[in-house]
C-alpha cells in the first residue's frame, strides 16, 4: 500500500488540483481562472465556462483512473494519461474556438 501511495501520489495530486479548476469553472464561474485577467473577452462566458469546466473534470477523472491503474502497470497509466490529454486538447482547441475570443 505504502508502494502504491508513493506511485500514485502525482496523479491524486492532479486529480486535486483538476477538481478545484472544475470547481471553480462549474460552480463559480471563474474563467479568469483558467485564462489569466490579461486576456481578451470570451464570446459567451457561461458557455465557455460550462465547456471549459467539464473538461477539467474529464482531467480530473482521467488522472484518478490513471491513480488507480498505476496499482497494476504504470506503462498502462501513462499511455492512458496520454490519450487523455491528446483527447482534452481537441475539445479545448474545439471549445475554444467556439466560444473563446
Not at 501520489?9 to 478545484?20: C, E, K, M, R, S
Not at 465547456?51 to 496499482?71: E, Q
Not at 496520454?82 to 475554444?96: A, E
Amino acid at each position: 500500500m505504502e508502494q502504491f501511495l508513493k506511485d500514485a501520489f502525482i496523479p491524486l495530486l492532479l486529480t486535486a488540483v483538476f477538481g478545484y479548476y472544475a470547481f471553480r469553472l462549474l460552480i463559480q464561474k471563474d474563467i479568469k481562472a483558467v485564462r489569466g485577467k490579461t486576456e481578451k473577452k470570451v464570446k459567451d462566458e457561461e458557455m465557455y465556462a460550462r465547456g471549459a469546466g467539464k473538461l477539467m473534470a474529464f482531467l480530473m477523472l482521467s488522472s484518478l483512473v490513471m491513480a488507480m491503474l498505476t496499482y497494476w502497470s504504470s506503462t498502462a497509466a501513462l499511455v492512458q494519461m496520454v490519450i487523455c490529454l491528446v483527447i482534452f486538447g481537441l475539445l479545448w482547441k474545439k471549445m475554444n474556438e467556439k466560444y473563446g475570443a
